[in-house]
């Protein structure tokens, strides 16, 4: 059998004992304890109903049907007490199952809540090195699994255990020397378990992987459809998505065969025996005496009873082995520990001018490489600082280091003279607007979107924001104007439309410091002609920092930082930076569609 493979970090779970695992899933229940307390009675005034029934038909046969006597009072009592007690069972066991699926629920719906909440603050590193569809599998197929254990398998294992416990009871009452040979099938039973439980356990996980894998493969493809579409790529991906699958098929077959043979098979094969010896005893014991024919009945009925628990304790191993699996890559998740940058000190400090300082800040996304070295500027209040080079230069870095989103290996960020992580993130943020080079619209309405960050906003103010970044005439041309119906990532509004949303969006919360992440990358040169005053009133007033390619949209501002490789090359206005004929002029003679020699140099002098 080849060892499973696993996930980042996931092998560290792998060591964890299942009952440690089983003890924290066992804590989702403390608050539906007194549910639990009623659930377990009615469970096992269920179970003493089944145990209870075989005697009565004992009490048939032996006392008037060997007889052949048939008085109506007493049999009529018999008759309704067996009667009875099957309609109390039936709905004993209706009311405990109804008890423990809605505590089941119930408890998955606070594990994915928890699950959810723990996604929220993590950093952007960890979802950089983690698929997408992985996560998803974890927050539904996991947790699903996890939900059988609630259910139905602790339920099972404790009436089980009851009517054992019972039936055992029943089997001294009749014959203390059959019953005492019967006990020696537990430790069978147990050995049974234990050896199912061991080898079924990597089993378990390597298809819980497999099957996150192909989630991962199957959210990727939906994702990049139009690129695969483009590129004529579907015979390759169907190819790499039938590989994943059938890895999760050979892993799912391992199961199969596995169950097929420790559980029903093998336990029917030492029943069978059992019932040989039973049979064997009560026929030695019959030549030299009398045996009672409800007796025999009685007892081959619970050895019948005995097993058929014990089944279903066995095939409930299994949804017990894939909850323990899934459980460890749910809790594996849960016990991340690669939280997003938070202030470290205890401040209410909120961002009241806007002036962003970077001192000799660098920084590494591995810990290996360093993508910015030694990056120094300053920004005024309400001046706006460009940034430009060729991609992979560090834009988007500085960008996601004055966010919060990662912190930097050396230096130091200020906000106002405070360092970032004296200020409190979430009044922080409140203070920044962001507008990316691919906005992302949720699904449901043009109004739902705008009032993103701030769902307390009226109508009014959202149809200003509209207005103000020159929305509304698009907006209205739709059928259902702000309220029209988006779809998922905005998929019925054009490019350009999206970012004019985000523009209103960033807009309707007046922040004090702008960022603009190749923010009119996406527009068409129209459109982009349209919302220049736009973004010019935006910026007003503000600090914005701006990423840039089309130099265009930059020659107003108040600085222009050229990166390359990391560093910050070269700094100034429009007019200074062309007067010094370097990488910038270059570029900006590139962007002219000048005939010179615009070749960007691979290193500067």
């Not at 696993?6 to 066992?26: K, N, P």
């Not at 234990?194 to 356990?201: A, H, L, P, Q, W």
């Not at 349209?530 to 390619?549: C, D, F, K, P």
């Not at 130099?551 to 390359?564: E, K």
Request: neutral net charge; hydrophobic residues 45%.
């Amino acid at each position: 059998m080849d060892a499973p493979t696993f996930e980042h970090g996931e092998a560290t779970t792998a060591g964890i004992r299942d009952s440690q695992i089983l003890r924290r899933l066992l804590t989702y229940m403390k608050p539906h304890w007194r549910t639990l307390i009623v659930a377990f009675t009615v469970l096992l005034l269920a179970t003493s109903s089944n145990v209870v029934g075989p005697i009565i038909i004992k009490v048939f046969i032996d006392r008037y049907l060997t007889h052949g006597v048939f008085p109506r009072g007493p049999v009529a009592l018999l008759g309704g007490s067996y009667l009875a007690l099957q309609i109390a069972a039936g709905l004993l066991n209706y009311a405990q199952l109804l008890m423990f699926q809605t505590i089941a629920l119930k408890v998955i719906q606070q594990l994915r809540v928890d699950l959810f909440s723990h996604l929220q603050y993590l950093s952007l590193s960890f979802f950089d090195r983690t698929p997408v569809g992985s996560l998803v599998s974890r927050m539904t197929n996991d947790t699903e699994a996890i939900k059988d254990l609630y259910m139905s398998v602790l339920s099972a294992f404790v009436q089980n255990g009851f009517l054992l416990g019972g039936i055992f009871i029943s089997m001294f009452v009749l014959d203390v020397r059959l019953a005492t040979f019967c006990l020696f099938l537990l430790p069978v039973i147990y050995g049974l378990m234990t050896v199912y439980r061991k080898i079924s356990g990597p089993v378990f996980l390597l298809a819980r992987q497999k099957l996150s894998d192909l989630n991962a493969k199957l959210s990727e493809s939906l994702q990049g459809m139009h690129l695969i579409q483009a590129l004529r790529q579907q015979k390759r991906l169907q190819e790499q998505f039938d590989e994943i699958n059938n890895q999760y098929r050979a892993a799912r077959l391992r199961n199969v065969n596995l169950n097929g043979l420790l559980l029903r098979p093998l336990v029917d094969g030492i029943s069978l025996l059992t019932l040989i010896l039973i049979l064997s005893f009560f026929g030695l014991q019959s030549l030299h005496a009398v045996v009672d024919i409800g007796v025999l009945y009685a007892f081959v009925n619970y050895l019948d009873q005995f097993f058929e628990p014990v089944n279903q304790m066995m095939m409930q191993m299994n949804l017990f082995q894939q909850a323990v699996a899934a459980a460890r890559r749910v809790f594996h998740l849960m016990d991340e520990t690669d939280f997003a940058p938070r202030h470290l000190e205890s401040s209410t400090n909120a961002v009241t001018e806007g002036r962003i300082s970077f001192e000799g800040v660098s920084f590494s996304y591995d810990g290996k490489t360093e993508v910015l070295h030694d990056i120094t500027f300053v920004a005024e209040p309400g001046q706006t600082v460009a940034l430009v080079g060729h991609t992979g230069s560090g834009k988007s870095s500085i960008v996601n280091l004055l966010l919060h989103f990662y912190l930097p290996d050396k230096g130091r960020i200020t906000v106002d003279g405070k360092s970032l992580r004296e200020l409190e993130l979430e009044n922080f943020r409140r203070q920044v607007g962001l507008v990316l080079q691919e906005p992302f619209i949720f699904a449901g309405d043009i109004a739902s979107n705008i009032r993103l960050r701030r769902p307390d906003l009226c109508d009014g103010e959202i149809v200003a924001a509209a207005r103000f970044v020159q929305a509304e005439p698009f907006i209205l041309r739709l059928p259902e104007g702000y309220e029209e119906k988006l779809g998922q990532r905005g998929s019925r509004l054009s490019g350009g439309q999206k970012q004019l949303v985000a523009f209103a969006r960033t807009m309707a919360n007046d922040p004090k410091i702008l960022v603009l992440d190749e923010a009119t990358a996406s527009i068409d040169t129209e459109t982009e002609q349209e919302i220049q005053t736009a973004l010019g009133r935006m910026r007003s007033g503000r600090t914005t920092i701006a990423i840039a390619h089309r130099l265009s949209t930059i020659q107003d501002a108040d600085l222009i930082l050229v990166l390359h490789h990391g560093r910050i090359v070269e700094r100034g206005t429009h007019q200074q930076l062309l007067a010094l004929q370097g990488l910038y002029h270059k570029m900006y003679l590139l962007q002219q569609g000048s005939e010179t020699d615009t070749r960007i140099p691979t290193s500067i002098d």
